[in-house]
């Protein structure tokens, strides 16, 4: 019998990996595209110090301490304020006339990570007089990005390039009116998180919510496997009202989801759909 090539072994490893994370925690990244995880991993284990993926699994079974490290990895925290401003420009331009339309209103920012997202909308639906008849849902696979991104503190030195998005998307204020600068630091208001419920969701395994006028869930489905991109984008179709809107990132579509016909685009080369009306 030949052996294996290291490769893949590794490969086997990372699968069992996957699967006792599933199995003990119910994070399920089995799904996601292997390369990505793979990335991930091999940065995550050698920055916790284990020699193989083997053991880096023994740990995090036996060291539930350990999980919330290992999620820093596996999942993606990085995002800007306003972040590629041409698409929120396309939110304050060619959205917001329809969303004016309705008395109250829901937004779902799926995978909000860090809360940039979150805030740039709560901020543009603010400049927009959108805010008050709106309620946000921030959700997150990851606990501690839920925790950071309710907090809203982040670093001074990131304040510019935020600033010039904000610009760029056609702000109708200065981002400054939004936050304090102390120490290094900026605290974003906490008034921009009175109409926002934070809560702990997987696309992967969990329900949608209904009745949403507007998801936006950017730069997340890259890292899932066709399976799963399918599975969320489903879960997305039957979450958003009739006529209600879908934000994708760029490099995301939904050229090839069995759910493409329930879609129209609406901002093609912003990657925004509405859901058909039937």
């Known amino acids: 019998m030949s052996e294996l090539a290291p490769a893949k072994i590794e490969d086997i ?3 069992l990996l996957l699967e006792a994370l599933f199995l003990k925690y119910h994070y399920d990244f089995r799904n996601y595209a292997m390369a990505s995880i793979k ?10 110090g284990f020699p ?29 304020m306003f972040r590629d401003p041409t698409y929120f420009k396309a939110v304050r331009e060619k959205l917001v006339p329809h969303l004016r339309t309705y008395p109250s209103l829901k937004v779902w920012v799926a995978g909000c990570s860090n809360g940039e997202e979150l805030y740039s909308l709560v901020i543009l639906f603010r400049e927009e007089g ?27 030195d ?33 008034t921009l998180r009175r109409n926002v419920v934070f809560s702990d969701h997987s ?5 949608g919510f209904g009745e949403m006028h507007l998801i936006s869930c950017r730069n997340v489905m890259i890292y899932f496997n066709r399976n799963l991109q399918d599975r969320a984008l489903g879960l997305f179709k039957d979450s958003i009202a009739r006529k ?13 989801s069995s759910h493409a016909n329930a879609f129209v685009d609406f901002v093609r080369e912003q990657k925004i759909y509405q859901r058909r009306a039937e």
């Open 244 to 256: 209600g809107f879908l934000g994708l990132g760029a490099k995301e579509s939904l050229r090839f």
């Open 130 to 156: 959108l805010e008050d008849r709106t309620i946000f849902y921030a959700t997150d696979i990851n606990h501690q990005a839920l925790e950071a991104a309710e907090a809203a503190v982040y670093s001074l």
């Open 158 to 190: 990131r304040i510019p390039l935020f600033t010039e998005n904000h610009r760029k998307s056609g702000g109708k204020s200065s981002l400054s009116d939004y936050y304090q600068a102390a120490y290094g630091r900026v605290s974003f208001a906490k």
């Open 13 to 15: 490893e990372i699968r």
């Open 203 to 207: 696309l992967v395994t969990d329900a």
């Open 39 to 48: 990335r991930r991993l091999k940065q995550a284990r050698e920055q916790l």
């Open 52 to 80: 193989t993926f083997s053991a880096l699994q023994e740990g995090v079974l036996h060291d539930p301490a350990l999980l919330p490290r290992l999620l820093r990895y596996l999942t993606v925290q990085v995002s800007e």
